[in-house]
């Protein structure tokens, strides 16, 4: 029976191949596709370590200082009350906070002040000084903050800048700058030459191209920058302990300190002033994902 089925079947896939139109692509074997358990797992794990801090966290902003000591930390609630954020803006939260904006909207300008024209000569020009100063921005990936904290608190008190927010944002940004000009380079050279070119026969200068050509098309790359300098000013500690003193002057970081007492810690305060401080980082990171992504994977095709 084989012997007969064999070449039968051979005769109808030569006829349907005949009747199928010139031109039209063989139809392909659909693969059963097999569930990734092991994914699947990983993915669970990932969400239950990310869940349960945040758990804990909108959590115990939300008990009283009593329920806190006699509930278990990961117990619900059974009653819900903003006494802790009442606390949390008591002590001083809303300079805190006013403190940080000024620190990271200032290191972010000044970082893209100095970057975005850093990385536009370091795309255009072939100098050798400019390629010096390139590997300069890089060498300073390798120094670490606390290894010079000394000399900067030197200079910062010998330029009479000691205990001001100025003192936080000049080294936030300085220490920003050699990673936000690789950023910034990887972005630019993802902008063909023939639009360059095409400037240049226009008659444009060097001012009129970075304004015109560099700044719209570099906006992903923009964006990344910011929020990295954002971020990083947002969460220092190192250079607000060390170059501020007065309550004045406190950011969000040092600002926590204030629920730590000789007597104990206000947890359930603590936990609603993180909450408060982590709203900003949401709404700046919501905003900008997208361009975040971009700027990171600038470049990456180079």
Known sequence: MSTVTAPASAERTARAEARRPAGRPRPRSRKVSRPAYGAGLGAAVWLVLVLVPLYFL??????????????????????????????????????????????????????????????FAIVRSKSRVVRIG????????????????????LIITRLHLYD???????????FALPVSIVVLTS????????????????????FQTFWRLVLPLSRSGVVTVAIFVGLNAWNNFL??????????TRVLP????????????DV??????????????????????RQLLGGLAAGAGK
């Open 58 to 119: 909108i959590a115990t902003s939300l008990r009283g200082s009593g329920d806190y000591l006699t509930e278990g930390p990961l117990s619900i609630p059974e009653t819900i009350t903003l006494d802790a954020y009442r606390r949390a803006f008591e002590v001083g939260f809303l300079r805190f906070l006013t403190n940080s904006l000024i620190v990271a909207v200032g290191a972010i300008a000044l970082v893209l002040v100095v970057a975005l024209p850093a990385a």
């Open 134 to 153: 390139f590997t300069l921005f890089l060498l300073g990936l390798a120094v670490p903050a606390q290894a010079v904290i000394i000399p900067i608190y």
């Open 164 to 174: 001001s927010l100025t003192a936080v944002i000049l080294p936030t940004a300085a």
């Open 187 to 206: 972005s630019l050279r993802d902008v063909p030459g023939s639009l360059y070119e095409a400037m240049a026969l226009d008659g444009a200068n060097n």
């Open 239 to 248: 250079f607000p302990l060390v170059l501020t003193q007065s309550s004045e």
């Open 254 to 265: 040092l600002g926590l300190w204030e629920f730590q007492t000789q007597y104990g810690t």
């Open 268 to 289: 359930p305060g603590l936990m609603a002033a993180v909450v408060l401080s982590a709203l900003p980082v949401l709404a700046l990171y919501l905003f900008g994902r």
